[in-house]
C-alpha cells in the first residue's frame, strides 16, 4: 500500500515537471504546470512523517508485548519448574520408601499402599505434571498396583492353584521392579524397573544436564584462575 503511494506521487511528480520543462509557453502556465509536482513532494514529505510515526508505534506496541510476554511466560514457567521439582521431590522420596518395602518382604500387599501414594501424588500435581510424563510413570505404577493384588491373592484365594499361580505373578512382578539389582545379567524392563524410574525423575529436571554444566563452569572458572 505504502509503496503504491509513493509510486503515484513520484509519477505526477515527474508528469508535471516534465510539463513544466517542455511546455513552449509563458512562466504563468509552467508554474501553473509545475503546481502539482510541488504538491506531489509535499504529499511525499508528509507521507514519510506519517509512515514513520505509525512505524514507531507499531515498534512501541510490539515491544509492549514482548515484554508482557516475557514476563507472563517467564513467571509461569518458573512456577512450572518449581512445581515439577516439588513433584520429583515427592514422587522420588515414595519411590526409595518402595524399594526398601520391596527389599525387606519381598512381594508383599504393602505394594498397593505405595501405588496408591503414587497416584496421589500424580494427581495433586495433576495442573502440572506434562501427559507424557505421567504415561512414563504409569507403567510402573500398574506393575506395583498388580504386585499388590497377586500378593493379597495368593494369601487369601481359596483353591491352592490360584494361590501358587498368583503367588508366581506376584514373584515376576517384583523381580521386574528391582530390575538388574539381583541379577546383574538381567536386562530391566525399562518401564517398570525402580533404578529406570529414578533415572526418569531426573532426566525431567535435566539433573544430568545441570550437573555437567555446572563442572564444565567450575573447570572454566578454575582454568581462567591459573591463567591470571
Not at 68 to 74: A, K, P, W
Not at 92 to 116: F, I, N, Q, R
Amino acid at each position: 500500500m505504502y509503496n503504491n503511494t509513493y509510486a503515484m506521487l513520484f509519477a505526477v511528480f515527474c508528469l508535471s515537471f516534465g510539463l513544466a520543462i517542455a511546455l513552449p509557453t509563458n512562466d504563468i502556465i509552467r508554474g501553473i504546470a509545475g503546481a502539482p509536482a510541488i504538491g506531489a513532494l509535499v504529499a511525499a514529505v508528509y507521507q514519510i512523517l506519517r509512515d514513520h510515526v505509525s512505524h514507531q508505534k507499531k515498534i512501541e506496541l510490539q515491544q509492549k508485548q514482548l515484554n508482557f510476554s516475557l514476563g507472563v511466560t517467564s513467571h509461569m514457567a518458573q512456577i512450572a519448574f518449581d512445581k515439577h521439582v516439588e513433584f520429583c521431590e515427592k514422587y522420588m522420596s515414595e519411590v526409595h520408601e518402595t524399594s526398601d518395602t520391596l527389599w525387606a518382604e519381598g512381594p508383599t500387599e504393602k505394594a498397593l499402599s505405595h501405588a496408591s501414594a503414587f497416584k496421589k501424588i500424580r494427581k495433586e500435581y495433576a495442573a502440572w505434571v506434562t501427559k507424557d510424563i505421567a504415561q512414563q510413570l504409569q507403567d510402573f505404577e500398574n506393575a506395583l498396583f498388580r504386585l499388590g493384588v497377586r500378593s493379597r491373592m495368593s494369601l487369601t484365594t481359596g483353591r491352592p492353584e490360584a494361590r501358587m499361580r498368583a503367588n508366581e505373578e506376584a514373584e515376576k512382578l517384583w523381580d521386574e521392579l528391582l530390575g538388574s539389582v539381583i541379577d546383574q545379567q538381567k536386562k530391566p524392563n525399562e518401564n517398570v524397573a525402580i533404578e529406570s524410574i529414578k533415572t526418569k525423575i531426573r532426566n525431567i529436571l535435566g539433573i544430568q544436564e545441570l550437573t555437567e554444566l555446572r563442572g564444565a563452569l567450575i573447570k572454566k572458572a578454575i582454568a581462567n584462575i591459573k591463567g591470571i
